[in-house]
Protein backbone atom coordinates (compact mmCIF):
# COMPACT_ATOMS: atom_id res chain seq x y z
CA UNK A 1 0.00 0.00 0.00
CA UNK A 2 1.23 3.44 -0.90
CA UNK A 3 1.22 5.54 1.75
CA UNK A 4 2.99 8.79 3.19
CA UNK A 5 3.92 9.55 7.04
CA UNK A 6 4.41 12.68 8.39
CA UNK A 7 6.43 13.63 12.07
CA UNK A 8 6.08 14.92 14.07
CA UNK A 9 2.00 14.82 14.59
CA UNK A 10 2.12 18.20 17.03
CA UNK A 11 4.98 20.44 17.57
CA UNK A 12 5.05 23.67 19.76
CA UNK A 13 8.03 26.13 19.76
CA UNK A 14 9.14 29.10 20.68
CA UNK A 15 9.09 31.81 18.27
CA UNK A 16 12.67 32.26 17.02
CA UNK A 17 13.17 28.60 16.79
CA UNK A 18 14.37 26.19 13.51
CA UNK A 19 11.82 23.91 12.95
CA UNK A 20 11.57 20.64 10.84
CA UNK A 21 8.71 18.54 9.47
CA UNK A 22 9.51 15.46 7.94
CA UNK A 23 7.18 13.41 5.36
CA UNK A 24 8.30 9.75 4.57
CA UNK A 25 7.05 7.48 1.49
CA UNK A 26 7.04 4.26 0.87
CA UNK A 27 7.37 4.03 -3.22
CA UNK A 28 8.80 6.12 -5.77
CA UNK A 29 7.09 9.52 -6.72
CA UNK A 30 7.05 12.00 -9.15
CA UNK A 31 6.18 14.81 -7.40
CA UNK A 32 5.87 16.34 -3.70
CA UNK A 33 3.94 19.02 -2.21
CA UNK A 34 4.08 20.99 1.17
CA UNK A 35 1.13 22.60 1.67
CA UNK A 36 -0.42 24.87 4.60
CA UNK A 37 -3.45 25.14 6.42
CA UNK A 38 -4.61 27.44 8.63
CA UNK A 39 -7.60 27.32 10.98
CA UNK A 40 -11.00 27.61 8.70
CA UNK A 41 -9.54 25.17 6.46
CA UNK A 42 -7.58 27.31 3.99
CA UNK A 43 -5.10 25.54 1.87
CA UNK A 44 -2.29 27.03 0.22
CA UNK A 45 0.18 25.42 -1.65
CA UNK A 46 3.90 26.20 -0.31
CA UNK A 47 6.36 24.00 -2.66
CA UNK A 48 6.28 21.48 -5.25
CA UNK A 49 9.84 19.53 -5.36
CA UNK A 50 10.70 16.36 -7.20
CA UNK A 51 14.25 16.59 -6.27
CA UNK A 52 17.17 18.93 -4.64
CA UNK A 53 15.51 21.86 -2.17
CA UNK A 54 13.74 24.75 -2.99
CA UNK A 55 14.05 28.33 -0.87
CA UNK A 56 10.78 30.68 -0.25
CA UNK A 57 11.68 33.12 2.60
CA UNK A 58 11.79 31.51 6.10
CA UNK A 59 10.72 28.32 3.95
CA UNK A 60 13.14 25.42 2.91
CA UNK A 61 12.14 22.42 1.21
CA UNK A 62 14.46 19.20 0.69
CA UNK A 63 13.63 15.89 -0.78
CA UNK A 64 15.84 13.12 -0.93
CA UNK A 65 14.85 10.85 -3.54
CA UNK A 66 16.86 7.50 -2.45
CA UNK A 67 15.90 7.91 1.18
CA UNK A 68 12.34 8.34 -0.14
CA UNK A 69 11.67 11.44 2.71
CA UNK A 70 11.36 15.23 2.50
CA UNK A 71 11.95 17.86 5.14
CA UNK A 72 10.14 21.51 5.59
CA UNK A 73 12.20 23.84 7.66
CA UNK A 74 11.40 26.93 9.19
CA UNK A 75 13.54 29.64 9.90
CA UNK A 76 13.29 32.22 12.74
CA UNK A 77 9.41 30.97 13.52
CA UNK A 78 6.83 33.20 14.42
CA UNK A 79 3.34 33.05 15.74
CA UNK A 80 2.09 33.44 12.21
CA UNK A 81 3.73 30.46 11.28
CA UNK A 82 1.16 28.47 13.46
CA UNK A 83 -1.04 26.24 11.06
CA UNK A 84 -1.05 22.67 10.14
CA UNK A 85 1.60 21.34 7.42
CA UNK A 86 0.50 18.64 4.76
CA UNK A 87 2.98 16.50 3.06
CA UNK A 88 1.45 15.20 -0.34
CA UNK A 89 2.78 12.85 -3.32
CA UNK A 90 2.24 11.90 -6.73
CA UNK A 91 3.16 8.39 -6.93
CA UNK A 92 3.74 7.85 -10.72
CA UNK A 93 3.69 9.22 -14.28
CA UNK A 94 0.96 7.72 -14.63
CA UNK A 95 -1.39 8.64 -11.94
CA UNK A 96 -2.79 12.58 -11.16
CA UNK A 97 -3.52 11.16 -7.66
CA UNK A 98 -2.24 12.87 -4.83
CA UNK A 99 -2.04 10.86 -1.31
CA UNK A 100 -1.77 13.62 1.87
CA UNK A 101 0.00 12.78 5.09
CA UNK A 102 -2.13 13.17 8.13
CA UNK A 103 -0.19 16.68 8.54
CA UNK A 104 1.79 18.23 11.31
CA UNK A 105 -0.14 20.64 13.89
CA UNK A 106 2.27 23.73 14.48
CA UNK A 107 2.23 26.39 17.06
CA UNK A 108 4.64 28.72 17.46
CA UNK A 109 4.55 30.16 21.68
CA UNK A 110 5.70 33.95 21.22
CA UNK B 1 -11.15 37.98 -6.75
CA UNK B 2 -9.29 35.50 -9.08
CA UNK B 3 -9.19 32.60 -7.11
CA UNK B 4 -10.31 29.16 -6.36
CA UNK B 5 -14.51 29.65 -5.37
CA UNK B 6 -16.55 27.13 -4.20
CA UNK B 7 -20.24 27.44 -3.33
CA UNK B 8 -21.69 26.76 -1.11
CA UNK B 9 -19.02 27.18 1.56
CA UNK B 10 -21.44 25.29 4.13
CA UNK B 11 -24.19 22.76 3.94
CA UNK B 12 -26.15 20.93 6.69
CA UNK B 13 -28.79 18.17 4.73
CA UNK B 14 -30.28 15.49 6.03
CA UNK B 15 -29.85 12.00 5.55
CA UNK B 16 -30.86 10.90 2.54
CA UNK B 17 -30.98 14.18 0.21
CA UNK B 18 -28.60 14.84 -2.20
CA UNK B 19 -26.41 17.58 -2.47
CA UNK B 20 -24.65 19.52 -5.33
CA UNK B 21 -21.22 21.61 -4.99
CA UNK B 22 -19.99 24.07 -7.56
CA UNK B 23 -16.22 24.49 -7.75
CA UNK B 24 -15.08 27.47 -10.19
CA UNK B 25 -11.44 27.51 -10.65
CA UNK B 26 -9.05 30.27 -11.88
CA UNK B 27 -10.07 31.13 -15.80
CA UNK B 28 -7.09 29.93 -17.42
CA UNK B 29 -6.67 26.16 -15.53
CA UNK B 30 -7.02 23.60 -17.08
CA UNK B 31 -6.71 21.46 -14.60
CA UNK B 32 -9.39 20.66 -11.48
CA UNK B 33 -9.15 18.15 -8.82
CA UNK B 34 -11.97 17.72 -6.26
CA UNK B 35 -11.16 16.16 -2.30
CA UNK B 36 -12.49 15.39 1.08
CA UNK B 37 -11.04 16.20 4.36
CA UNK B 38 -12.62 14.39 7.30
CA UNK B 39 -11.47 16.14 10.75
CA UNK B 40 -8.07 15.74 11.87
CA UNK B 41 -7.17 13.73 8.51
CA UNK B 42 -5.28 15.00 5.54
CA UNK B 43 -7.91 15.78 2.24
CA UNK B 44 -8.37 12.57 0.48
CA UNK B 45 -8.01 12.75 -3.66
CA UNK B 46 -11.38 12.16 -5.08
CA UNK B 47 -11.39 12.66 -8.96
CA UNK B 48 -9.12 14.97 -11.48
CA UNK B 49 -10.62 16.72 -14.83
CA UNK B 50 -7.91 17.96 -17.33
CA UNK B 51 -10.83 20.07 -19.33
CA UNK B 52 -13.83 18.27 -19.64
CA UNK B 53 -12.30 14.79 -18.85
CA UNK B 54 -12.78 12.95 -16.41
CA UNK B 55 -9.16 10.44 -15.98
CA UNK B 56 -9.13 9.63 -12.69
CA UNK B 57 -11.49 8.69 -10.20
CA UNK B 58 -10.82 7.05 -6.40
CA UNK B 59 -11.95 3.93 -5.06
CA UNK B 60 -13.57 6.69 -2.26
CA UNK B 61 -15.52 7.46 -5.12
CA UNK B 62 -19.07 5.21 -4.83
CA UNK B 63 -21.87 5.37 -6.87
CA UNK B 64 -23.57 7.98 -4.67
CA UNK B 65 -21.03 10.64 -6.33
CA UNK B 66 -20.95 11.94 -9.62
CA UNK B 67 -18.23 14.88 -10.90
CA UNK B 68 -18.67 16.73 -13.88
CA UNK B 69 -17.47 19.29 -15.92
CA UNK B 70 -19.40 20.14 -19.04
CA UNK B 71 -17.31 22.91 -20.59
CA UNK B 72 -14.24 22.45 -18.97
CA UNK B 73 -14.80 25.72 -16.47
CA UNK B 74 -16.70 25.12 -13.57
CA UNK B 75 -17.02 21.77 -11.85
CA UNK B 76 -19.85 20.27 -9.52
CA UNK B 77 -20.15 17.08 -7.60
CA UNK B 78 -22.78 15.99 -6.68
CA UNK B 79 -23.67 13.50 -3.64
CA UNK B 80 -27.02 11.63 -4.06
CA UNK B 81 -28.62 9.69 -0.99
CA UNK B 82 -26.21 11.52 1.72
CA UNK B 83 -25.10 9.34 4.59
CA UNK B 84 -23.55 10.76 7.89
CA UNK B 85 -20.73 9.47 6.79
CA UNK B 86 -20.13 11.90 3.81
CA UNK B 87 -20.11 14.99 6.50
CA UNK B 88 -17.00 16.40 5.70
CA UNK B 89 -14.91 19.52 4.09
CA UNK B 90 -14.88 19.27 0.13
CA UNK B 91 -12.22 21.05 -1.56
CA UNK B 92 -11.58 21.75 -4.77
CA UNK B 93 -8.28 22.61 -6.21
CA UNK B 94 -6.85 24.01 -10.11
CA UNK B 95 -3.52 24.51 -11.70
CA UNK B 96 -2.76 25.33 -15.26
CA UNK B 97 -1.50 23.61 -17.75
CA UNK B 98 2.20 22.85 -18.26
CA UNK B 99 5.14 20.42 -17.15
CA UNK B 100 3.73 17.74 -14.39
CA UNK B 101 6.80 18.43 -12.58
CA UNK B 102 6.88 22.23 -12.32
CA UNK B 103 2.68 23.12 -11.49
CA UNK B 104 1.41 24.48 -8.04
CA UNK B 105 -2.34 23.55 -7.05
CA UNK B 106 -4.65 26.53 -5.61
CA UNK B 107 -7.15 25.22 -3.42
CA UNK B 108 -10.91 27.18 -2.91
CA UNK B 109 -12.16 27.39 0.60
CA UNK B 110 -14.05 24.41 0.97
CA UNK B 111 -17.64 23.40 1.34
CA UNK B 112 -18.62 22.08 4.60
CA UNK B 113 -21.07 19.45 4.52
CA UNK B 114 -23.08 18.38 7.22
CA UNK B 115 -25.34 15.15 7.13
CA UNK B 116 -28.02 14.97 9.98
Known amino acids: KNEVEQSPQNLTAQEGEFITINCSYSVGISALHWLQQHPGGGIVSLFM?????KKHGRLIATINIQEKHSSLHITASHPRDSAVYIC???WGAGSYQLTFGKGTKLSVIP | DTGVSQDPRHKITKRGQNVTFRCDPISEHNRLYWYRQTLGQGPEFLTY????????KSRLLSDRFSAERPKGSFSTLEIQRTEQGDSAMYLC??????????????FGPGTRLTVL
Open chain 2, 93 to 106: ASFPTGGRTTNEQF
Open chain 2, 49 to 56: FQNEAQLE
Open chain 1, 49 to 53: LSSGK
Open chain 1, 88 to 90: AVR
